[in-house]
Structure formats: structure tokens, C-alpha cells
């Protein structure tokens, strides 16, 4: 599997930069709007409707759609939180996409204080491309640049204000 990387240093403490980031609420702030993305439904760990959930806890699934730049049909998928963790001035907190348009995909959001006032943020993601598969894998990244460029600019931007 390929894997993109990019981390970014927020002037925020650990507590408000990963508060932000454990909510529907941030993912939607923080994706592109050239993305076009709907939460469609969220269901809790014990599979019950959870659309006003406070927090993105493990297990919980969040059914998505996107339509880059507005084009082509939606592209659906769900992203089920796999891990969530804090403690000792760190916290990460893992997804994997089930049914979307990558065939693999594992994203990890790691928070660590670097400061009373001061967090870096990294997300690290491992994927397989459609089709393809491995041997274009590291082409991928060049999708991702602008994606996540964009999501640390709106994560400054919104917590540093």
C-alpha cells in the first residue's frame, strides 16, 4: 500500500484541536468545498441512528458522499472509526473506508501538544488505488496535496482565530 503523509502545527491546545476533530461538524468544516461532500447518516457503535452524535467515537460509521468539482455520479462510501485514544499530550483517532472508491484506505488523525498552546496535527494515510492498485499507488498523493493543504488551512484558520 501506498502512503501519504502531512502534518501541520496549530497554535491551539491539544484539547480544542482535538475536540474540533472528533465532531461531524469539523469534518464538514474541514473538507474542500470543491468536494461537494453530504453526510448522508451516522450510526453509533450499537448500529443505532446517531445523526446528533457529540463525538465520533470507536465503532461509529458515517456513511458520506462526495462529487469532486461537481462531476461525474457521487461517489458513496462509509468511514467507520476504528480507534480513538488520548491521554499524556497525545490522541489519535483512526478510520477506514468500507464500499467507497479506494479498495483500501486507513487514515489516522495524530494530535500532539507540543505546547500549553500549541498542537501538531499529522494525518497519515495508507491506501490502494482503484484498478490499479500498488503500481500507480504513490500517483495518489498528487490528489491529496490540495485535499489536505486545504484541511490544515481551514483547521488554522478556524482554531487559531
Known amino acids: 500500500m501506498a502512503t501519504y503523509q502531512r502534518e501541520v ?3 491551539a491546545p491539544l484539547e480544542e484541536v482535538w475536540e474540533f ?3 461531524i461538524s469539523g469534518l464538514e468544516a474541514l473538507t474542500p468545498d470543491w468536494m461537494n461532500l453530504r453526510v448522508e447518516g451516522v450510526r453509533g457503535p450499537d448500529g443505532s441512528s446517531r445523526d446528533d452524535a457529540e ?3 470507536t465503532g461509529t460509521a458515517v456513511r458520506m458522499s462526495m462529487r ?3 462531476v461525474g455520479p457521487r461517489q458513496r462510501w462509509t468511514s ?3 480507534r480513538r485514544e488520548e491521554g499524556d499530550g497525545a490522541a489519535v483517532f ?3 473506508m468500507e464500499g467507497g472508491p479506494f479498495p483500501e484506505w486507513h487514515h489516522s488523525h495524530q494530535f500532539y501538544a507540543i505546547a ?3 498542537t501538531l496535527l499529522r494525518d497519515r494515510v495508507e491506501y490502494e488505488l482503484p484498478v490499479v492498485g500498488d503500481l500507480l499507488g504513490p500517483l495518489g498523493s498528487i490528489g491529496f496535496v490540495p485535499m489536505f493543504r486545504d484541511r490544515h488551512r481551514r483547521t488554522k484558520r478556524i482554531l487559531e482565530s
Do not use: A, C, K, M
Request: hydrophobic share 30%.
Open 94 to 96: 483512526e478510520d477506514v
Open 21 to 23: 476533530h472528533s465532531r
Open 116 to 118: 500549553d498552546d500549541e
Open 55 to 57: 463525538v465520533l467515537e
Open 68 to 70: 469532486p468539482f461537481g
Open 9 to 11: 502545527r496549530v497554535r
Open 80 to 82: 467507520r472509526i476504528t
